[in-house]
């Protein structure tokens, strides 16, 4: 039901975006969430954003990343600049039907498969 796209490898200090992309037409009145994990790690939460709109972000990634949504296109995007290679790993979004703040994997109920960012020093 998602599916992430727009991973792959780019140089330290350059930029991807990551979109994340629903069939179902209610995509609008989803949270929806950005994770990645790295082998032998948690999935750590990076990014989400309010049904309603509102933007928020792990200490990690705030003022690196940005989380937008355009529910005409049923689309969720991360937009990740700056990157280092500590932000390597496989990127998942993740929804659920009017979630607000979740920032816990179990507090989603839809996952896509994930995209690889890799990012070379």
């Known amino acids: 039901q998602l599916v992430e796209s727009g991973g792959g490898l780019v140089q330290a200090g350059g930029s991807l975006r990551l979109s994340c992309a629903s069939s179902?037409?209610?995509?609008?009145?989803?949270?929806v969430g950005w994770f990645r994990q790295v082998p032998g790690k948690d999935r750590e939460f990076v990014a989400g954003i309010f049904w309603t709109g509102f933007a928020y972000y792990s200490d990690s990634v705030q003022g690196q990343f940005t989380i937008s949504r355009d529910d005409d296109k049923n689309t969720v995007y991360l937009q990740m600049n700056t990157l280092k290679p500590e932000d390597t790993a496989v990127y998942y979004c993740?929804?659920?039907?009017?979630?607000?703040?979740?920032?816990?994997?179990?507090?989603?109920?839809?996952w896509g498969q994930g995209t690889q960012v890799t990012v070379s020093s």
């Open positions: 993740a929804a659920r039907l009017f979630g607000l703040r979740m920032m816990t994997p179990g507090e989603y109920m839809y």
């Open positions: 179902d037409q209610t995509f609008g009145n989803h949270g």
